[in-house]
């Protein structure tokens, strides 16, 4: 397949037959944005990650070993997907609201319909084409309901395990999560590699709080050395939600993070948080981080953290962009992003921007690029400790911050692991 032929309304409904009448009608309309925008959009890159001839992965069998590796919590409900597919009826405790788009569709799930059709392809538009890309291509991802009135204890895991055997594979995740009227819930979503061949993960993500709703969202790439990753999620909020995603990349070819954050109601509260770490053996790696908070009501608050540990020549980009629209007063937002370099090839580079259409707003942005301190080697140094070890207690310190706003308390755990393992002294205990 090579992304720059045109797509045939008719080929895709014979890829897929299965799709209802909805799903088919977004589909088609993606079908003909994605090919009138996309020699606009794309005509121009020269990123490799379009250069390839991509196949689409085949289901193999299940391998429960494998997903018994990424079994983080013996009380939590689980969604696995290998490869891009649902790994069906792996706890039986699932419930009704706690599916795959794929189960919905085929097996006619009636009681799903009116949620897919009011939220699902909301976030379809013509200025993006690895979106609508996503729409016609996606064979499956999470479905996650959380009705009205009900504070979801267990926590939720998304787990996307990439076991490919063969290079250039493609592969388009959709999920759709739904945060009910005075409901709460924790999600964590994991993309892991367990080989090191090349593949593109075109991911998408529509998140929609309802009014009086929190969500606590976790993303962790992690293992991805081979791989091109498109991390994309667009989430609204109603009156009074609290919403904090948190997004760790730990290694990737590629890796994309892109939020769009929505604001559609009075005192509501977005909380943005990265960490991103590229360890020495991790040469030209290329990560972008990009995200937009759209206020469209008064009242309400977003606060951007993104730190960054950048080793070898590994590079990072940082578009933050907060706009306010008319009428929104008594916004506070802030937004800084700081990073160190390790080596003296690594690479940073910071876009903040705030459009702001009205007054009585309170906005900041800030941004700091540099090296370890060496004044506070030197103190640790002078107590006794090594300085390779000082460096990376001076490394663990820095990423605390976020570490701080994880919920969580078995992934606080578990990124604490592999960011001492990708520090130059992974004996060292910081626990």
Request: aromatic share 14%; charged share 20%.
């Amino acid at each position: 397949m090579n992304f720059k032929k045109k797509i045939s309304s008719n080929s895709r409904i014979e890829i897929n037959n299965n799709i209802n009448y909805y799903i088919n009608i977004i589909r088609n309309k993606s079908i003909k944005l994605f090919n009138k925008n996309f020699e606009l959009k794309y005509s121009n890159i020269k990123s490799s990650i379009i250069d390839y001839e991509y196949l689409f992965p085949v289901k193999e069998a299940e391998d429960y070993d494998i997903i018994n590796q990424f079994i983080l919590d013996k009380n939590g409900m689980y969604l696995f997907f290998i490869n891009g597919f649902y790994v069906f009826n792996f706890f039986k405790k699932n419930k009704k609201y706690l599916l795959s788009i794929n189960d919905i569709i085929i097996n006619n799930k009636n009681y799903c319909n009116s949620n897919i059709e009011k939220y699902y392809g909301k976030s379809i538009s013509n200025n993006d084409t690895l979106n609508l890309f996503n729409f016609f291509f996606s064979k499956d991802g999470a479905y996650i309901f959380i009705p009205d009135n009900i504070c979801f204890k267990p926590n939720i895991y998304i787990i996307y395990i990439y076991n490919i055997n063969y290079d250039y594979s493609i592969i388009n995740p959709r999920n759709l999560i739904i945060i009910g009227n005075n409901s709460k819930a924790k999600i964590v979503e994991i993309h892991e590699s367990l080989t090191n061949k090349i593949c593109f993960s075109n991911s998408v993500t529509e998140i929609y709080t309802r009014k009086n709703s929190s969500i606590d969202y976790i993303k962790i790439h992690n293992n991805l050395s081979f791989f091109y990753l498109r991390d994309k999620t667009f989430l609204t909020q109603k009156k009074n939600s609290t919403c904090s995603i948190s997004t760790f990349s730990f290694e990737g070819r590629l890796l994309i993070n892109n939020l769009k954050l929505i604001n559609l109601g009075n005192y509501s509260k977005f909380n943005l948080n990265g960490l991103t770490i590229i360890r020495k053996k991790s040469l030209n790696k290329l990560i972008y981080n990009k995200t937009l908070i759209d206020h469209l009501y008064p009242n309400c608050e977003s606060y951007q953290t993104y730190k960054s540990i950048l080793y070898g020549r590994s590079k990072v980009f940082f578009w933050g962009k907060i706009k306010i629209h008319k009428k929104a007063n008594n916004i506070n937002a802030l937004q800084k992003a700081n990073n160190i370099l390790i080596n003296k090839n690594a690479f940073v580079y910071t876009k903040p921007e705030l459009e702001i259409y009205t007054d009585n707003v309170k906005c900041s942005h800030g941004c700091t690029i540099g090296k370890i301190d060496k004044n506070k080697i030197f103190y640790l140094c002078s107590r006794g400790v090594i300085k390779t070890v000082a460096k990376s207690i001076l490394i663990f310190l820095f990423s605390k911050e976020i570490l701080k706003k994880i919920n969580i308390q078995n992934i606080k755990y578990l990124i604490k692991k592999i960011i001492i393992n990708n520090l130059d002294n992974n004996y060292i205990n910081l626990m």
